[in-house]
C-alpha cells in the first residue's frame, strides 16, 4: 500500500512538472533552431556582453576580425573611420571560424560608431545576405543607438528577420549580466521566471528635485545631452528609473528631441543608463 501511495506521489509531481513546463513555453521562444552568437569588439565592451549572452544561451560563439585591426586609441578610430568613410574603403575581413549555413538565429553584437554598427560589422553585413536567418542585434555604446543601428540592419538585410536586442552603455558592462538575463527571459529567448517591471507614470514637467537627478547623471557626460522637458518614473529592482524627455540645440542652433533613461539606486549616485535619439 505503502508502494503504492508513493507512486502515485511520483505521478503527481511528473504530471505537476509537465505542467508547469508548458504553462512556461505558452509564449514561443523566436530564436528558432541553432544560434550562434557573433561580434565584433575593439576595445573589449561588446566583446564582454558577448561572451555573458553565448553562456546564458548555451550557443556557439565567434567574433568577426578585420585583417587591418582598428588597434588606435578613440582619436586614432576615430580618424580613421573618417578617412575610410570618404573613401569608401570596406573593412576586409579574416574568415570566420564557424560555416553560417549551420545557424538559424545569430544574435549579431558591435559597439556602436558614429550612430550606427562599427566598420567591420557594416562589412560583414554587407558581404553575407543572411537570407532567412533572425537576427537579434546587440550592442555596446557611450550613450545610444542600438535603435537606428537595428533599422539599418534591417534595411541592409531585408530577407532576414532583424529583431532589436539588448544594448548597454560601456560605462555600465559589470551592471549587464543581470540585465542581459532579464532581457533574454522577457524576450523568451531563455526559460526563466522574472518579476515584470511596472509602466513608466503619466510624464510631467520637470521638478527641481527630478532635473538635479537628470543633471547628476548626465553633466559628466563627454558630450553635452541636453536639457530635460519632461519626466516619468517607475520603481525597479535596480532603484528608480526615470524617462526624460530631452531637448537639445546644436552648435549650427538646429533643436533636437531625445529620450535619456537614468537609474537612480538606492544610496548611489544616478547614472544614465542610454540616449535614444529620435
Ligand atoms: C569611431 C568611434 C565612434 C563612436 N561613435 C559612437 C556613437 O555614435 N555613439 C555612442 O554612443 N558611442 C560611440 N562610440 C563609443 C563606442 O560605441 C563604445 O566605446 C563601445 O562600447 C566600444 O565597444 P567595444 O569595446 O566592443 O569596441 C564610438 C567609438 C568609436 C571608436
Not at 58 to 85: H, L, N, W
Not at 128 to 154: C, H, M, P, Q, R
Not at 228 to 244: A, D, N, Q
Request: charged share 25%; net charge negative; hydrophobic share 40%.
Amino acid at each position: 500500500m505503502k508502494k503504492l501511495n508513493l507512486l502515485l506521489m511520483l505521478a503527481l509531481l511528473i504530471i505537476i512538472g509537465v505542467a508547469c513546463k508548458s504553462s512556461k513555453t505558452e509564449s514561443e521562444n523566436p530564436a528558432e533552431g541553432k544560434t550562434l552568437v557573433l561580434y565584433y569588439s575593439q576595445t573589449g565592451a561588446t566583446k564582454a556582453v558577448a561572451e555573458e549572452i553565448q553562456q546564458l544561451l548555451g550557443c556557439d560563439i565567434d567574433s568577426i576580425i578585420a585583417v587591418k585591426p582598428y588597434d588606435g586609441d578613440f582619436d586614432q578610430t576615430i580618424a580613421r573611420f573618417m578617412q575610410e568613410s570618404k573613401d569608401s574603403v570596406k573593412a576586409e575581413l579574416k574568415p570566420l571560424n564557424v560555416n553560417l549555413d549551420d545557424y538559424d538565429t545569430i544574435f549579431l553584437g558591435f559597439p556602436i560608431w558614429f550612430g550606427t554598427y562599427a566598420l567591420p560589422m557594416a562589412s560583414f553585413i554587407s558581404d553575407n545576405s543572411l537570407n532567412g536567418k533572425t537576427i537579434v542585434t546587440f550592442a555596446t555604446f557611450g550613450s545610444g543607438g542600438i535603435e537606428k543601428a537595428t533599422l539599418d540592419a534591417a534595411v541592409a538585410l531585408p530577407a532576414a528577420d532583424v529583431k532589436e536586442g539588448y544594448g548597454v552603455r560601456n560605462a555600465r558592462v559589470a551592471k549587464a549580466p543581470a540585465e542581459i538575463k532579464r532581457f533574454l527571459i522577457e524576450n523568451n529567448y531563455i526559460d526563466g521566471e522574472i518579476e515584470a517591471l511596472p509602466e513608466f507614470s503619466e510624464p510631467t514637467d520637470v521638478s527641481e528635485e527630478t532635473a538635479e537627478i537628470f543633471h547628476a547623471a548626465c553633466d559628466n557626460y563627454q558630450f553635452p545631452l541636453g536639457n530635460p522637458v519632461s519626466v516619468s518614473s517607475r520603481h525597479t529592482p535596480e532603484g528608480i528609473e526615470y524617462e526624460f524627455g530631452v531637448k537639445s540645440t546644436s552648435q549650427d542652433g538646429s533643436e533636437s528631441n531625445s529620450i535619456i533613461y537614468v537609474i537612480a539606486p538606492e544610496n548611489e549616485s544616478p547614472e544614465f543608463t542610454r540616449v535614444v535619439r529620435e
